[in-house]
């Protein structure tokens, strides 16, 4: 996809997460380019997923579909949006392909092959809950002062998850699939998050039957 990061990007995480995957990768390339050491003679990979998902999945996927299974409407619908995902699946799936085949050591992106938008994951989930999304084009400019008096009294939205919510996130998965002399990846990312979801679908009536039978 046109824009998306691939590999020759460096990348430049902010945060004791991002910052030790960091180290982490600096430290094993280290090792790859000491030609006196034991790991060159053996293959290395560094894979970077997307958000992994499937089912059991926790996170920010979880809170929102929580927030739109209840039928509230999604407010942020003007904002325009893309981000790769990793359908746990398709992860497996390179893992496994790793494994089996001769591909050159390095650095790898892992993703699906198709970016979703926010406003594409709030019909999917509630597709999955069969409810019919209700998203609200409410104008930018509303929004942000919104957001800029969350900053101010500590809302839920702020301008920080707000930018969580709508930024844009694409990275190419074609060096992984070029390694593995493949086209596609075999699920598609809707098909990868739709699953996921039903999943969540499937958790919560069964908490609430657990309940049910711990009332009677």
């Known amino acids: 996809m046109e824009g998306s990061l691939n590999e020759d990007i460096i990348p430049s995480p902010i945060g004791p997460h991002g910052e030790s995957k960091i180290k982490a990768e600096e430290y094993i390339l280290a090792k790859m380019a000491n030609n006196s050491d034991r790991m060159t003679c053996k293959k290395v990979y560094i894979l970077r997923p997307c958000m992994v998902h499937g089912p059991g999945n926790k996170g920010n996927l979880n809170l929102l579909f929580k927030f739109v299974s209840k039928g509230i409407p999604w407010p942020l619908g003007s904002f325009d949006n893309n981000r790769s995902f990793t359908s746990i699946d398709n992860l497996s799936f390179i893992i496994e392909q790793i494994i089996k085949r001769d591909i050159e050591s390095g650095i790898y992106h892992i993703g699906d092959d198709e970016p979703l938008s ?99």
Request: cysteine-free; proline content about 3%; hydrophobic content about 40%.
């Open 118 to 216: 926010t406003n594409q994951l709030v019909k999917l989930i509630s597709q999955s809950v069969g409810k019919k999304s209700h998203i609200w084009n409410v104008p930018k400019v509303l929004v942000i002062a919104f957001t800029k008096m969350g900053d101010i009294l500590h809302l839920p939205l702020n301008s920080f998850r707000l930018q969580k919510l709508t930024e844009n996130y694409v990275v190419s998965n074609n060096k992984i699939k070029q390694a593995l002399g493949i086209d596609r990846l075999p699920v598609k990312a809707s098909e990868g998050i739709l699953k996921t979801l039903v999943s969540f679908r499937n958790k919560k009536k069964k908490n609430i039957f657990d309940k049910e039978l711990e009332n009677k």
